[in-house]
């Protein structure tokens, strides 16, 4: 419900109508209905808490928000004053409404920023406010007070937390690499042989390379929280970016018989970015290879013919343990780790990221074998200019 400075009377005789129930202005009820006054909207089909005072300070609008998040009754609530209705402290334990006056206070006030205040109990919600006056500096007509839980806040600074904690240990170890193996070769170089040095500078370029993947995965998480991953589309041949990944795994050390393609043509033509492509390939057969046993499997067939929309699917699986069922649910979520074998736990989340930035989707389960089986799908998603 938006509220501004000035309103007319009209205005104001409209919000205490909505908040009654039709044909008993200014009883306490249970009910709502603000299509009584032409606007359609329900206070109790609003996500926040939404508490209104009249101009004596009388709640007359306590919506189902409200009383979930308060715990108090709305019949409790209606019909007394905001003090007692809210009785609201903030963290310093002083009593709130005393302290902020919203009717006796200064004239040219229009509210309260957005904060964290306490009710009995302890229970913390976050508390913003709009005085409402028939013109500026006038008395007081409506007290509109927005209440939200803490809980999304609190998981979100959790979340972050966990983010900086990562990120210092992650860090840590490759930058006091490089810094030892720096000062010692500076201050001993002509001590140590040619194959020693070349030795200490590969150790310092493997570990600066780490820092460098690190610092990518960042910004494509910052990139995907905000809804700014970039996408250069093109037509990509999943199959042929399949088999490249594996030849560069092969070469990296691992046997060929490790692996098994099977591709299903013909395959439909998916226009997406082949960088992206490849991030989410590599670290699927990645963790199919670090964390799995046996044969990984990649099959690259057309997508199931659920939808009028075309597409192709990945699947990879392994022989290895598999994750937990109770784990199934975690997958996707920042810092999960299958398994004690390294890695910052921020890839699968990232590779969610990347597929649903396509319009596709990506699931886990357990493969054949008994391992863990990934599979994303793409869309076709051709330009508009060829549809």
Same mark, same amino acid.
């Given at each position: 419900?938006?509220?501004?400075?000035?309103?007319?009377?009209?205005?104001?005789?409209?919000?205490?109508?909505?908040?009654?129930?039709?044909?008993?202005? @200014?009883?306490?009820?249970?009910?709502? =209905?603000?299509?009584?006054?032409?606007?359609?909207?329900?206070?109790?089909?609003?996500?926040?808490?939404?508490?209104?005072?009249?101009?004596?300070?009388?709640?007359?609008?306590?919506?189902?928000?409200?009383?979930?998040?308060?715990?108090?009754?709305?019949?409790?609530?209606?019909?007394?004053?905001?003090?007692?209705?809210?009785?609201? =402290?903030?963290?310093?334990?002083?009593?709130?409404?005393?302290?902020?006056?919203?009717?006796?206070?200064?004239?040219?006030?229009?509210?309260?920023?957005?904060?964290?205040?306490?009710?009995?109990?302890?229970?913390?919600?976050?508390?913003?406010?709009?005085?409402?006056?028939?013109?500026?500096?006038?008395?007081?007509?409506?007290?509109?007070?927005?209440?939200?839980?803490?809980?999304?806040?609190?998981?979100?600074?959790?979340?972050?937390?966990?983010?900086?904690?990562?990120?210092?240990?992650?860090?840590?170890?490759?930058?006091?690499?490089?810094?030892?193996?720096?000062?010692?070769?500076?201050?001993? #170089?002509?001590?140590?042989?040619? $194959?020693?040095?070349?030795?200490?500078?590969?150790?310092?370029?493997?570990?600066?390379?780490?820092?460098?993947?690190?610092?990518?995965?960042?910004?494509?998480?910052?990139?995907?929280?905000?809804?700014?991953?970039? !996408?250069?589309?093109?037509?990509? $041949?999943?199959?042929?970016?399949?088999?490249?990944?594996?030849?560069?795994?092969?070469?990296? @050390?691992?046997?060929? $018989?490790?692996?098994?393609?099977?591709?299903?043509?013909? !395959?439909?033509?998916?226009?997406?970015?082949?960088?992206?492509?490849?991030?989410?390939?590599?670290?699927?057969?990645?963790?199919?290879?670090?964390? @799995?046993?046996?044969?990984?499997?990649? =099959?690259?067939?057309?997508?199931?013919?659920?939808?009028?929309?075309?597409?192709?699917?990945?699947?990879?699986?392994?022989?290895?343990?598999?994750?937990?069922?109770?784990?199934?649910?975690?997958?996707?979520?920042?810092? #999960?780790?299958?398994?004690?074998?390294?890695?910052?736990?921020?890839?699968?989340?990232?590779?969610?990221?990347?597929?649903?930035?396509?319009?596709?989707?990506?699931?886990?389960?357990?493969?054949?074998?008994?391992?863990?089986?990934?599979?994303?799908?793409?869309?076709?998603?051709?330009?508009?200019?060829?549809?």
């Amino acid at each position: 419900m938006a509220v501004g400075m000035s309103r007319p009377r009209e205005a104001h005789a409209a919000v205490v109508r909505a908040c009654e129930p039709p044909g008993t202005a @200014g009883e306490p009820d249970g009910s709502r =209905e603000l299509g009584a006054v032409g606007t359609g909207i329900d206070p109790d089909d609003l996500p926040d808490g939404l508490v209104v005072a009249d101009e004596t300070g009388r709640v007359i609008c306590f919506n189902s928000a409200a009383a979930r998040i308060t715990a108090v009754p709305r019949a409790a609530a209606l019909g007394r004053s905001l003090e007692h209705a809210l009785p609201l =402290e903030d963290l310093k334990g002083r009593r709130w409404w005393p302290l902020t006056d919203p009717y006796g206070g200064l004239a040219t006030r229009v509210g309260q920023p957005e904060r964290n205040l306490l009710l009995p109990g302890g229970r913390e919600v976050l508390v913003s406010a709009r005085y409402v006056r028939e013109h500026p500096t006038g008395p007081v007509r409506r007290v509109v007070i927005s209440l939200r839980g803490t809980e999304a806040r609190r998981r979100n600074e959790r979340s972050h937390a966990e983010l900086i904690a990562t990120v210092a240990h992650e860090l840590r170890s490759p930058l006091t690499s490089v810094k030892g193996f720096t000062a010692t070769l500076l201050a001993k #170089w002509e001590r140590f042989t040619d $194959d020693q040095k070349r030795l200490m500078l590969e150790t310092v370029d493997a570990d600066a390379g780490r820092v460098t993947r690190l610092i990518a995965e960042l910004l494509d998480i910052s990139r995907i929280d905000s809804g700014r991953l970039e !996408l250069r589309r093109q037509p990509v $041949d999943l199959s042929a970016a399949v088999e490249r990944h594996i030849q560069a795994l092969t070469a990296s @050390g691992q046997t060929p $018989d490790r692996f098994l393609v099977r591709t299903c043509q013909p !395959l439909p033509t998916v226009w997406a970015d082949p960088d992206k492509v490849d991030q989410v390939l590599g670290n699927l057969l990645e963790n199919a290879v670090r964390h @799995g046993e046996g044969t990984v499997t990649i =099959e690259v067939a057309p997508a199931p013919a659920k939808s009028d929309e075309k597409g192709t699917a990945v699947t990879v699986s392994d022989e290895g343990p598999g994750i937990p069922e109770e784990s199934m649910g975690r997958v996707f979520t920042r810092f #999960w780790r299958g398994s004690k074998r390294g890695g910052t736990g921020l890839g699968l989340y990232i590779v969610k990221g990347i597929v649903e930035a396509h319009g596709g989707t990506i699931t886990v389960g357990r493969g054949p074998g008994g391992g863990a089986e990934f599979r994303f799908i793409l869309p076709v998603s051709a330009p508009a200019y060829m549809v």
